[in-house]
């Protein structure tokens, strides 16, 4: 419980991401239309978010609503885009039509992120097998966190597989962190520090007017407040 727990917070824009630092962020996710659940940002805002503060931003690669790929030549050419504007770190995670990690695509993509750190997203949600998931991408460079909610509904359904899969980290396939993110609450965060977990992920929780309104420092301050640090 003493250890500084990672927050993480959505931005759309260079206003967010200010408001998000002010409140106490330590690391901000960058998307654009979250209509469709946050999809890859241009280099241009990336550019624009990192002249206005100086925490971590974690870039989304995602193309489309749903976890399928789609077109992986243009992934990449957003990734070496990013790249080129300074980005170095990212989120991203592709599943196959048997809800399966899609190994060809994430390779592909992680293959032009240059060794930079990673987080495989909440696919791993909608995964057939969380487990053989995690351990068949288990050896990719720069694989260091799961954004999970423990299941597809969000942390009130997923919480005792959070708490089971912290319980193994260390184990083959359960070494990068654990970032709870997907329906979190305030009152989720007792069981949650109590187990060792030390990574949340706020999108909608940091924007008291909603998605149409921007990230407010006050919202921010009172998660960071309550995950400690």
Do not use: N
Not at 41 to 69: K, N, T, Y
Not at 71 to 76: E, H, N, T
Not at 182 to 198: F, M, Q, V, W
């Amino acid at each position: 419980m003493s250890k500084r727990a990672l927050l993480e917070v959505i931005a759309l824009d260079a206003e967010d991401a200010v408001a998000a630092q002010a409140g106490g962020a330590d690391r901000l996710e960058l998307v654009t239309d979250m209509a469709a659940d946050g999809l890859t940002p241009s280099a241009e805002a990336f550019a624009a978010i990192r002249a206005a503060v100086d925490i971590p931003l974690r870039v989304m690669l995602r193309q489309a609503d749903g976890f399928a790929a789609g077109d992986v030549a243009a992934l990449v050419r957003s990734a070496r885009e990013l790249r080129a504007e300074g980005a170095d770190e990212f989120v991203l995670g592709f599943l196959d039509d048997a809800q399966g990690p899609d190994l060809a695509a994430v390779e592909e993509v992680v293959g032009a992120l240059d060794g930079c750190r990673w987080t495989f997203h909440r696919a791993i949600d909608r995964a057939a097998d969380r487990d053989a998931l995690r351990k068949q991408i288990a050896d990719l460079p720069g694989l260091d966190t799961y954004l999970t909610a423990g299941a597809a509904a969000g942390v009130d359904e997923g919480l005792p597989t959070l708490l089971a899969e912290h319980a193994r980290a260390g184990e083959p396939g359960y070494e990068p962190q654990i970032l709870v993110g997907g329906g979190l609450r305030l009152d989720h965060l007792g069981r949650l520090r109590e187990a060792g977990i030390d990574g949340f992920h706020i999108g909608g929780a940091a924007r008291p007017h909603g998605w149409g309104g921007p990230v407010s420092s006050e919202a921010v301050g009172r998660w960071r407040a309550a995950v400690g640090g």
